[in-house]
């Protein structure tokens, strides 16, 4: 059972910065997908970004394209979510998912197997 461990989540202002972390006790990126997704408060889950089989390849809900950047370390087993530019709408608990999605489900949560317990994000004004 592979076991996804989240952190780096905290309080920031809107326009601050932080950096999840997500470490997998013996999956990587390499050996199929990792993503990040997030939940708030009385809404559904959503796909927030992904980095499959390659760190150049990697995909971002158009909610955080240009603030937000995936990215692996392999040899760490660890996928990383900074986030840039935060706004009040990106106040969420971050979830870390692991997988072997096809190109049709990498945005959906039906795309990954494994999940972590979640990292509560908190954008304030």
């Known amino acids: 059972q592979v076991e996804l461990v989240e952190s780096g989540g905290g309080v920031v202002q809107v326009g601050g910065s932080l950096r999840l972390s997500c470490t997998a006790s013996?999956?990587?990126?390499?050996?199929?997908?990792m993503a990040w997704f997030r939940q708030a408060p009385g809404k559904e889950r959503e796909f927030v970004a992904a980095?499959?089989?390659?760190?150049?390849?990697?995909y971002y809900a158009d909610s955080v394209k240009g603030r937000f950047a995936i990215s692996g370390d392999n040899a760490k087993r660890t996928v990383y979510l900074q986030m840039n530019s935060l706004k009040s709408e990106d106040t969420a608990v971050y979830f870390c998912a692991a997988g072997y999605p096809i190109s049709s489900s990498l945005t959906s949560r039906n795309g990954y197997r494994y999940w972590g317990q979640g990292t509560r994000v908190a954008v304030s004004s």
């Open positions: 980095i499959r089989r390659s760190s150049s390849n990697t």
């Open positions: 013996e999956f990587t990126f390499r050996d199929g997908g």
